[in-house]
């Protein structure tokens, strides 16, 4: 079946540092990938995505490349902030008639400290 | 002009009570679903509906029963709850079928405590 495997957490940045949170994933076809991020007492929002090979998801300083290669759709962003603390999760969609059904990793938390 | 809502936001009960979440989309959106986040933020999918028609059913014990009025509302009740009910329900809903590139919508979540 499809799995999605993320880093364990949680990270503890400093303001302006860079950030990693590694990602792979486990399916068969062509899934579409995701990154959603989750803050403090809210639902979870879209922060990228990306639906084929090669492709780089992009927004609010965040990017992720889709990598067949390696089956993996690592989050980076180059300098984060406070408001960036929150949980971050990655998903795939298997596509197909699989009606948005989402297989998230197991989030990472991340805080950053001023 | 909350996208998706859910009430209520918190909910606390005994085993053993039968209880209600209530979801309600002005997204437009032709797919709603029902999510559950458990003590450690797993998230896993629970049922989707397209067009009021249950497409997804993950082996959830049938303690759960879902209800799609319309295409804007998803309702959840739980029968019988136990202590391993306790999580936060999630409702979300999407365009297009849930089609690959189409994202999910979620609510705020709905935090269930069985004592």
């Known amino acids: 079946g499809n799995s999605v495997t993320q880093m364990e957490g949680p990270v503890t940045l400093s303001e302006e540092a860079f950030l990693t949170i590694n990602c792979t994933y486990t399916?068969?076809?062509?899934?579409?990938l995701f990154w959603y991020v989750q803050y403090p007492g809210e639902g979870l929002q879209l922060l990228l995505k990306?639906?084929?090979?090669?492709d780089k998801g992009s927004n609010k300083g965040f990017e992720a490349t889709y990598r067949k290669e390696t089956t993996s759709f690592h989050l980076e962003k180059g300098s984060v902030q406070v408001s960036d603390s929150a949980v971050y999760f990655c998903?795939?969609?298997?596509?197909?008639?699989?009606?948005?059904?989402?297989?998230f990793g197991q989030g990472t938390i991340l805080t950053v400290h001023p | 002009d909350t996208a998706v809502s859910q009430t209520p936001k918190y909910l606390v009960t005994q085993m053993g009570n039968d209880k209600s979440i209530k979801c309600e989309q002005n997204?437009?959106?032709?797919?709603m679903y029902w999510y559950k986040q458990d003590s450690k933020k797993f998230l896993k999918i629970m049922f989707s509906?397209?067009?009021?028609?249950?497409?997804i059913n993950e082996t959830v014990p049938n303690r759960f029963s879902p209800k799609s009025p319309d295409k804007a509302h998803l309702n959840l009740h739980i029968n019988s709850l136990e202590l391993g009910d306790s999580a936060v329900y999630f409702c979300?809903?999407?365009?297009?079928?849930?089609?690959?590139?189409?994202?999910?919508?979620f609510g705020n979540g709905t935090r269930l405590t069985v004592t």
């Open positions: 998903a795939l969609h298997a596509g197909g008639t699989s009606y948005g059904k989402l297989t």
């Open positions: 979300a809903s999407s365009p297009q079928g849930g089609k690959y590139n189409s994202p999910l919508h």
């Open positions: 990306a639906t084929k090979a090669d």
């Open positions: 399916a068969t076809g062509y899934p579409s």
């Open positions: 997204l437009g959106h032709d797919t």
């Open positions: 509906y397209n067009n009021k028609e249950l497409i």
